[in-house]
Nanobody
Framework: EVQLVESGGGSVQSGGSLRLSCVVS????????MGWYRQAPGKEREGVAA???????VYADSVKDRFTISHDSAENTLYLQMNGLTPEDTAMYYC????????????????????WGQGTQVTVSS
């Protein structure tokens, strides 16, 4: 069973930055693709960014050039660096993992990810 624990959320003003972390159980980066998702109240969960075991990344158009996904195998941690935040980025952010889905599939649909964390809230004020 893969366990994922997110942290790093908070409240920032528009234009600010946050770095989300997701600590994973065990060394899964060599065999799993990982993704970040977000869900705002009343909206569907959407893929934000994903990375595969080779380090290939995919981003949603809405966050391209502002967000960066990465992982540190030594720390068993997935990161999402978020710059240039706007109120539209306000949501609960989740990390997820899947052994069989690639990063494009993860960003395209939350149903592509099998394992999920519990989320961390990001609130951006104008």
């Amino acid at each position: 069973e893969v366990q994922l624990v997110e942290s790093g959320g908070g409240s920032v003003q528009s234009g600010g930055s946050l770095r989300l972390s997701c600590v994973v159980s065990g060394d899964i980066f060599s065999s799993f693709s990982m993704g970040w998702y977000r869900q705002a109240p009343g909206k569907e969960r959407e893929g934000v960014a994903a990375i595969d075991s080779d380090g290939n990344t995919v981003y949603a158009d809405s966050v391209k050039d502002r967000f960066t996904i990465s992982h540190d195998s030594a720390e068993n941690t997935l990161y999402l660096q978020m710059n240039g935040l706007t109120p539209e980025d306000t949501a609960m952010y989740y990390c997820a993992a899947d052994r069989w889905s690639g990063p494009s599939a993860l960003v395209r649909s939350h149903s592509a990810a099998r394992f999920w964390g519990q989320g961390t809230q990001v609130t951006v004020s104008s």
